[in-house]
């Protein structure tokens, strides 16, 4: 069973920053690609980065290119999103997912972040 734990989420401003992390309980992860995804209310899941396991392959979703960043460290088992000049259209809940293969995930159980205007 893998476990995925998400942290750092909270209420920011608008224009401020946020790292969200994520950490995987199982070694294996480190050779699976991972994920942040994020759920506003009344909208559907949409995936905000990934990145490769290796580290080098990344791509972003176009409404955060250039203001988020997708890290890993396989070697702690532990992913990373920074997030830098939040708007009010970023508040939602964020996901932390281990790619299994295709559409198929391991899902922490999320982390909020609410970017005042």
């Known amino acids: 069973q893998v476990q995925v734990t998400e942290s750092g989420g909270g209420l920011v401003e608008t224009g401020g920053s946020l790292r969200l992390s994520c950490k995987v309980s199982?070694?294996?992860?480190?050779?699976?690609?991972m994920a942040w995804f994020r759920q506003a209310p009344g909208k559907e899941r949409e995936r905000v980065a990934y990145i490769g396991y290796r580290g080098d392959m990344i791509n972003y979703a176009d409404s955060v290119k250039g203001r988020f960043t997708i890290s890993r460290d396989r070697a702690r088992d532990t992913l990373f999103l920074q997030m830098d000049n939040l708007r009010p259209d970023d508040t939602a809940v964020y996901y932390c997912a281990v790619q299994i293969r295709g559409d198929a995930y391991y899902w922490g159980q999320g982390t909020q972040v609410t970017v005042s205007s």
């Open positions: 199982r070694r294996t992860a480190s050779n699976n690609a």
